[in-house]
C-alpha cells in the first residue's frame, strides 16, 4: 500500500533534505533549513546553516537521481 501511495519526486527531495542534516549532524533543535525541489531531472536545494560563527545560505544543483549526494555536497561546503 505504501509503495502505491509514494510519489518518486517527493521521496527524493525528502532523501536529499535528510541527507544534508544528517551530514551536518543536525537534529530538531538545530538551526538548519534545507528545501529541495525537483524539476524535471533536476534538483535545486537551498540551505541555511547558522551552527557557525556567521549564518549562511547556500544552494546546489544536481541530478535528481542522485538527490543524497547532492544533500551531502551541500553540506560539506557547508562545513568548508
Request: glycine share 8%.
Amino acid at each position: 500500500l505504501c509503495k502505491a501511495l509514494n510519489v518518486a519526486a517527493a521521496f527524493a527531495e525528502a532523501s536529499c533534505e535528510r541527507a544534508l542534516l544528517a551530514r551536518l549532524e543536525a537534529g530538531c533543535h538545530a538551526p538548519v533549513a534545507g528545501l529541495a525541489r525537483t524539476h524535471g531531472t533536476q534538483m535545486h536545494l537551498k540551505a541555511f546553516v547558522a551552527m557557525g560563527p556567521k549564518p549562511l545560505l547556500l544552494e546546489m544543483e544536481g541530478p535528481a537521481s542522485d538527490a543524497v549526494a547532492l544533500g551531502w555536497k551541500l553540506a560539506d561546503k557547508a562545513l568548508a
